[in-house]
């Protein structure tokens, strides 16, 4: 007896031969053969219009997986809370931790401690002026994204920890062509937003009443409020122009909260002789030196002469280091440095670099000098009286 | 014992049947070979896996003058005369510019600013050398830049769209299918998406840009104008910025270029954004060497070292130009 092959059919089963498509299976197979058609009609139009940058790295863009993005937290008062390990956590000035106890006028000031809080972060909302017709949506920019609007400017802002650009222009009703652009650049804390502001303070401007630090510089209206530093610029200097400028620039100086965080060490500098204008902050690496941190620096006309005097506050502790770090470094490369006798409880020392002389002082938590003096005799006249008080 | 049963013979399909299901799979095979070659791409940019080819720019640049001044620099108090005067000094834009021309003038209009603030070339200097090159007998006028901020913005802002309206110059916008990749041998800059669409009609190639400071390369002139041209993430270039500026004198052969230092951004450049960064200086050079043109802006009208310009002493150590302008064949006239 031969055996049937698995192959063959059973007895009374006939062999599966498809004679006929049935036209739902011929829909769905001519829906496939179409389907395929249209991608690879796809493929090819994203290929015609391929983009260039589509796949080249940005290495910025890999920060932000450093630290949770915390720029979607409100404007209004809301402190957002800082990762720990962040750098800006520790930006501020240290508290003052027993050892010598500071002179009471040295004592870091409620808002120096404020500093140390971490900033408000913006939330992403559009700019609105009552009364003011955009002339198309706001645009934000971030600390990864700040290039793509200023270019080779953003790290000028990025350096003092800018977190946030929001960029709007109007139009000016009554004067066909004209219009207004509003950059609010927010920084990590007030102290910053002034150092940039600070930085590009057009020395002549006029001094603005709604906003302490601003100003009006022909086209426009530059001020620091809170931790935004905000630049209103007019198209042109017709009145119309300028007028819908300062009602934008004053509304938002309303708006922003005020808040002068870090900024106490700055009401330190000696008023007498201040050229206006002239104060500048720096936070880190101040005059090139990595111990000079969160300094305030300003000039004065002093018997008529220019004196440049800078000021540090921190603790005693790190006051008293950073002094003999100053010592040390104005005497290298040929420079002569030289410890003179305490001055109102001020310990002092005089240095000569490349034929320019600078003098400075650390008392308690507060370490600062003349700076650059073509003349010891005015630079020791001129600390002098500061130290005393006069 | 039985047979086994004889499996029925398969159905007959006819010779036209057969025919027209062999020409159906044919047929889809030849289209989706067909497809397949349509799309393969041999210069298909990735970066990072593309075939090392590309477009190699031509030079624009005209044979050398033995007797006519390389470089002019010319002072004066209207904008449209004193680029005449700079222009007419290097014997006119007639030694530049042949009827028939089409000519690109590349402005730097990288910020939506108002002219103002001299962050961007001034619509004055664009009017005064576009007559200019339609005097001399060009067809057609191109101007294009690919601006960091939206295109649009910039050429409102900037004040030019009002001259391509006034003179007819066609305005051209980056568009994603305006780039291709261009091949050089750069220090820097050797394979990198490139805005081609304009270089596709033009015989001729004008550089028109504002003389500024550069927060990053300390300032911005007629070299640094060609970033415009590049696409994609071309600020990843920043951190060898010097490198990539001279390159630009490697890429770019232009028949002219002009420094407009009518208005010049002293400070906070590259955007400015007061009128007291900006200071009057009353001057335009006009050249055919970018890098003695440059040179001459930095030092007369940004008054700085040139010593501490990088890109400068790359491109004159490269042969690419001669930073030593007073080496040149210069004329100072004045408007």
């Known amino acids: ?390 | 014992m039985t047979n086994p049963p004889t499996p029925e013979p398969s159905p007959q399909i006819s010779r036209r049947e057969f025919l027209l299901r062999a020409g159906a799979a044919g047929a889809l095979i030849a289209g989706s070979v067909g497809g397949g070659l349509a799309l393969w791409q041999r210069r298909h940019f990735v970066p990072g896996f593309q075939e090392q080819g590309g477009l190699h720019l031509p030079s624009y640049s005209l044979a050398p003058d033995k007797l006519l001044p390389e470089m002019a620099i010319a002072h004066g108090a209207d904008h449209e005369k004193v680029v005449r005067a700079a222009i007419g000094a290097l014997g006119g834009m007639g030694r530049f510019i042949q009827k028939g021309d089409v000519v690109l003038i590349k402005p730097n209009i990288a910020f939506d600013r108002p002219p103002a603030l001299a962050a961007t070339t001034h619509p004055d200097a664009l009017r005064a050398v576009a007559r200019m090159v339609l005097e001399a007998g060009a067809v057609k006028v191109l101007v294009a830049d690919n601006p960091i901020n939206s295109p649009a913005g910039c050429y409102l802002k900037s004040g030019l769209l009002a001259v391509a309206d006034e003179l007819h110059l066609d305005l051209l916008y980056p568009e994603t299918n305006s780039f291709a990749p261009i091949q050089m041998d750069g220090e820097i800059l050797r394979n990198w998406a490139f805005f081609e669409a304009p270089f596709k009609r033009a015989t001729k190639v004008i550089g028109l840009a504002p003389c500024k400071d550069h927060n990053l390369c300390h300032a911005s002139m007629t070299m640094k104008n060609w970033y415009g041209l590049l696409g994609g993430r071309r600020n990843q270039f920043h951190q060898h910025i010097h490198s990539i500026v001279s390159d630009f004198a490697l890429m770019m052969k232009p028949t002219l270029v002009v420094l407009d230092g009518m208005n010049v951004l002293m400070k906070n450049g590259p955007t400015g954004g007061r009128l007291s960064d900006v200071k009057p200086m009353g001057t335009v050079v006009a050249g055919t060497d970018m890098v003695a043109v440059d040179s001459y802006g930095y030092t007369h009208l940004l008054e700085r070292d040139i010593a501490e310009l990088t890109y400068i002493h790359k491109a004159n150590d490269r042969g690419l130009g001669n930073m030593d302008w007073k080496q040149t064949r210069y004329k100072e006239v004045q408007a």
């Not at chain 1, 055996?3 to 059919?9: A, D, G, I, K, V």
């Not at chain 1, 009006?216 to 200097?237: L, P």
């Open chain 1, 1 to 390: 007896m031969t055996r049937h092959s698995q192959e063959s059919p059973r007895p009374g089963r006939k062999p599966f031969h498809r004679t006929k498509v049935s036209l739902p299976e011929r829909i769905v197979s001519y829906s496939i053969v179409g389907l395929l058609a249209a991608i690879g009609a796809a493929v090819w139009v994203a290929g015609r219009n391929f983009d260039p940058g589509l796949y080249s790295l940005r290495a910025e863009a890999l920060k932000s997986t450093v630290a949770p993005d915390e720029r979607l937290t409100t404007i209004q008062g809301e402190r957002a809370s800082r990762p720990i390990g962040d750098p800006a956590s520790n930006r501020n000035i240290a508290p003052h931790t027993g050892g010598t106890p500071m002179p009471p006028d040295q004592t870091d000031s409620p808002d120096d401690h404020e500093a140390a809080a971490p900033a408000p972060a913006a939330k992403a909302t559009a700019i609105e002026i009552p009364g003011a017709k955009p002339m198309g949506d706001t645009e934000f920019y971030s600390p990864d994204s700040l290039y793509e609007k200023i270019d080779g400017r953003a790290p000028a802002y990025i350096e003092f920890h800018f977190q946030q650009l929001r960029t709007r222009s109007f139009s000016v009703p009554d004067s066909a062509g004209s219009y207004v652009d509003v950059y609010e650049y927010r920084m990590d804390s007030p102290v910053n937003a002034f150092g940039i502001f600070a930085l590009e303070r057009d020395p002549d401007g006029k001094p603005l009443d709604f906003a302490a630090d601003g100003y009006s510089g022909g086209m426009g209206f530059y001020f620091r409020q809170g931790n935004c530093y905000v630049q209103v610029i007019a198209s042109d200097q017709k009145p119309a122009t300028m007028g819908l400028a300062r009602s934008v620039s004053e509304h938002l100086a309303k708006a922003i909260p005020a808040d002068d965080a870090g900024l106490g060490a700055r009401r330190r500098l000696p008023a007498q002789g201040l050229v206006p204008g002239s104060v500048k902050f720096t936070q880190d690496n101040a005059l090139g030196q990595a111990f000079l941190k969160d300094v305030f620096q300003a000039d004065y006309n002093f018997e008529g002469k220019k004196i440049s005097f800078f000021l540090m506050a921190t603790t005693p502790e790190a006051a008293a280091k950073a002094r003999e770090s100053f010592f040390a470094f104005s005497g290298r490369y040929g420079g002569k440095a030289e410890a003179l006798p305490d001055i109102a409880g001020a310990k002092v020392f005089e240095a000569q670099n490349f034929g320019k002389w600078k003098l400075i002082y650390q008392r308690g938590g507060e370490l600062g000098g003349v700076l650059d003096a073509q003349d010891p005799v005015a630079a020791r006249a001129f600390l002098g009286k500061v130290l005393d008080g006069k």
